[in-house]
């Protein structure tokens, strides 16, 4: 029975078979591993390296011209690492995740930086509103973990929230990235160092291309 049980566990899967996104953020001992890998400044993990991000910030705001009257939303906010320097700058914020644990970091972020930025508590996948925004961003490859479906109903709320001449900016992968990907398979005990679970556990991880 192990033998099939091991067979099963590793077997390929159809693309997008499972979304597990959920699970990942609810959970309370990931969401705080989570949370710990955005917050890290030197990797890119949960989010990319703090200065990536400065440097994003800086081209967003040059690109873009934020003003007092610029609205923004950033659909999988996490802890605001996008969403308060937008705000510094003098955009009107919103963010929408689903992880409460990272909402209520970038709610206490802003408090203390004095900055109103109007957090959503809510999956974004079923996220609605009848504002209208001049940019939207779905930053860290958000995107690409998406089914083809799951793309298209977001790309159908995003066009129904632009303003005219409103801008879309995505964050995803590239086809070099993809090709400098490789096929692997790994079996640990405490898999990632304790990423999963508080409890002590054998791990699989396989990449499938």
């Known amino acids: 029975m192990l033998f099939e049980d091991l067979e099963a566990i590793n077997s390929r899967p159809e693309p997008f078979a499972f979304y597990t996104a959920r699970a990942l953020w609810s959970d309370g001992h990931i969401s705080e591993k989570m949370l710990s890998f ?11 390296k703090t200065s990536f991000i400065q440097r994003s910030v800086e081209w967003i705001a040059s690109r873009f011209g934020l003003s007092g009257e610029f609205s923004v939303i950033d659909f999988g906010c996490g802890p605001g690492l ?45 996220f609605e509103t009848k504002k209208k925004f001049d940019l939207i961003l779905m930053i860290m490859c958000d995107f690409c973990a998406l089914s083809p479906s799951q793309r298209k109903a977001m790309l159908r709320k ?14 995803v992968y590239s086809l070099e990235t993809f090709d400098r990907r490789e096929e692997t398979s790994r ?23």
């Open 38 to 48: 955005h917050l890290d400044e030197n990797v890119d993990v949960a989010s990319r």
């Open 82 to 126: 996008y969403t308060l320097p937008l705000a510094v700058r003098g955009a009107k914020v919103t963010g929408v995740d689903f992880s409460g644990r990272s909402i209520q970091y970038a709610v206490s972020a802003a408090e203390k930086k004095g900055l109103s930025i109007d957090y959503v508590l809510c999956d974004y996948l079923e």
């Open 158 to 171: 995003f066009a129904a929230m632009l303003k005219a001449n409103g801008h879309v900016l995505l964050d």
């Open 187 to 209: 079996f640990e005990r405490n898999l990632m160092n304790g990423f999963w679970s508080a409890e002590s556990y054998y791990g699989f991880l396989n990449m499938f291309k």
